[in-house]
């Protein structure tokens, strides 16, 4: 197969749901479908290793590097936005949670006019993608092609902290996945025998053999080619060169939040006013591609821990770091396993909210931002998020370049609704970690300190050093109202043979980690192109 001839699918981004989307799509054999992805093969070692993670916050070879505008209620700041540009996309460079949302989530996707995306539905997709390491339940899948692990051993941090839980009269839950997310506990990840477990690895390695899968690395698209109002292809560019490649069936689009709206804009759809006003022929006027950005704060408290048995002490000691890979190395155990938290718990700051409002990481070692050294004294970060913002805000080109990044602005905070309720996460985590069980562990409360006393001033603080939880969804939101882009079938309204199915379609953010609901996404919308293939009603949305 030559990727400059036609297919019947063509997949824009091999990330998390473009691999699924590869994977399910040429499973039968009778399809051909060209993978198209701007970044590399995924040889870097440190994708592989869960801790390794910290290690792709800057590398330009595996990350896109976004950064924010400006942000206005965060004193101005500009945010980093890390995604993946590498086979598995961010699912490559991710922090490994598992974490599917609450099931209250899905059943208000389905309220909001989404048929086919309430909890009783999307549940079978969650457990065909799963390959959950305790087995079977209610909840849960095996002999799926996503591996879900529990982490390899306790630590004494989690511990106290789970201890602590209780002692503030909270709950314990060993699996927020399963009848209720709320409480606290490990988290599980995306890994097997201590190796990340990205849908590259997972879905896509598998199908690397087939006959009828095209996989084109290291190739920027740069528009979705149109007949009318009917995507017959794309340009993209290799090498120097351009290319075009046709699609009999469908264009689909998994470019996630800030690149599928960026493509989109780049191609003609998208609000008709910008892309005047940058000389682009509009194909579609509309409005909803790249609005409702939606994003996770979190905002990290740093402490001081009593003993040395935190990752920093660990990174400071070269005796220490040798064991800890030779842990690794022969056991697959160890440090070098762990995720992007360790415990965490999801809570409810308000008695009378009907589920939890925020989440909790612990993460067993400090640093004043993501991805910056370790400090070299003992210490830990426990952060919080707030699950359901209401904040909105966009991502919008700035010019005719696709290699030019788009304006991305998430106005985190612009809701009040939203700095209530961050505030009221850090009272709440505070009140966690003043019971004795964690006191035992805490020299001090480095950041914010004793000095930062009330709301205003958590506030204030929130504003000073919160920052991303890289979840940004919603861009090319799932819809019926004027400003959706795409329909409950992921088809891009208005247009013919156009999809988009990645976590741009979110109809809102998650009540977790998105990665898992990204690949249930990409799950059942195989099955919808697949089945509206056989029904012959291709892509043509209303
Ligand atoms: C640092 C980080 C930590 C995170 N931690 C967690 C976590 O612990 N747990 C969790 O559940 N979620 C986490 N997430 C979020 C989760 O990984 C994402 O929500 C999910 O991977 C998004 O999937 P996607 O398919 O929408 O987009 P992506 O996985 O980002 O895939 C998009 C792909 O499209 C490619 N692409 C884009 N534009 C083009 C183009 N024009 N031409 C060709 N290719 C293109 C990109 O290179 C990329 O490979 C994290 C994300 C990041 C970045």
């Not at 981004?13 to 993978?35: E, I, P, W």
């Not at 899968?213 to 009917?230: H, M, Q, S």
């Not at 589920?355 to 640093?367: C, E, L």
Request: proline share 6%; aromatic share 6%.
């Amino acid at each position: 197969m030559k990727a400059d001839g036609a297919f019947d699918y063509i997949v824009i981004g091999a990330g998390s749901a473009g691999c699924v989307l590869a994977q399910r799509l040429t499973a039968s054999g009778d399809n051909r479908v060209l993978l198209v992805e701007a970044g590399g093969q995924d040889r870097n070692i440190w994708i592989h290793i869960p801790l390794g993670y910290g290690k792709l916050f800057s590398n330009p070879k595996v990350n896109w590097l976004y950064t924010s505008e400006p942000e206005p209620e965060l004193n101005d700041r500009r945010i980093i936005q890390p995604r993946g540009k590498v086979l598995g996309g961010s699912s490559s460079i991710n922090g490994l949670l598992y974490i599917r949302g609450q099931a209250e989530d899905f059943d208000h996707w389905r309220q909001r006019d989404n048929t086919g995306w309430s909890y009783q539905e999307v549940l079978p997709y969650f457990r065909r993608a799963e390959d959950q390491e305790r087995g079977e339940d209610e909840f849960h899948g095996i002999g799926g092609l996503l591996a879900v692990s529990d982490v390899c051993e306790p630590h004494p941090l989690c511990e106290a902290f789970l201890a602590a839980v209780q002692q503030a009269g909270l709950p314990l839950n060993d699996d927020f996945n399963g009848p209720t997310q709320e409480g606290a506990g490990y988290y599980q990840l995306t890994t097997r025998n201590g190796r990340r477990w990205s849908t590259a690895v997972g879905y896509l390695r598998p199908a690397l053999r087939r006959q009828n899968l095209e996989v084109v690395a290291n190739a920027l698209v740069t528009r979705i080619l149109f007949n009318g109002r009917r995507a017959i292809g794309i340009s993209y560019e290799r090498g120097g060169a351009m290319r075009t490649a046709h699609a009999q069936g469908e264009v689909i689009l998994a470019g996630g939040a800030f690149n599928s709206p960026q493509l989109l804009q780049l191609s003609g759809v998208g609000p008709a006013p910008l892309l005047k006003s940058l000389g682009i022929d509009v194909i579609a006027n509309m409005p909803g591609v790249g609005a409702d950005l939606q994003d996770h704060l979190q905002v990290r408290m740093q402490y001081h821990c009593t003993e040395p048995i935190t990752m920093n002490d660990i990174m400071c000691s070269r005796r220490r770091q040798l064991a800890a890979g030779l842990r690794y190395v022969l056991w697959r155990k160890g440090l070098l396993t762990i995720g992007a938290g360790y415990a965490g718990g999801f809570f409810r700051t308000d008695p009378s909210a009907a589920t939890p409002d925020v989440q909790v990481h612990i993460i067993i070692f400090s640093a004043d931002t993501a991805g910056a050294a370790l400090h070299t004294f003992p210490g830990f970060i426990a952060s919080v998020c707030q699950l359901r913002p209401e904040s909105r805000g966009h991502v919008r080109i700035r010019s005719t370049d696709p290699r030019e990044p788009p304006a991305i602005q998430p106005r985190y905070l612009s809701a009040p609704n939203d700095r209530e309720v961050l505030t009221r996460g850090l009272k709440l985590l505070r009140r966690i970690m003043t019971q004795p069980a964690m006191q035992r562990y805490i020299v001090e409360e480095r950041a914010p300190g004793p000095g930062c006393r009330s709301d205003e001033d958590l506030l204030a603080f929130a504003r000073e050093v919160g920052t991303t939880v890289f979840h940004p969804t919603s861009t090319c939101r799932m819809g019926s109202d004027l400003n959706a882009v795409v329909d409950e079938r992921l088809r891009v309204r208005g247009l013919e043979r156009l999809r988009v199915v990645d976590g741009s379609t979110m109809p809102t953010i998650v009540s977790g980690n998105t990665n898992a609901a990204v690949i249930m996404i990409a799950e059942k919308g195989s099955d919808m192109i697949l089945a509206d293939a056989k029904a012959g009603s291709v892509a043509a949305a209303g």
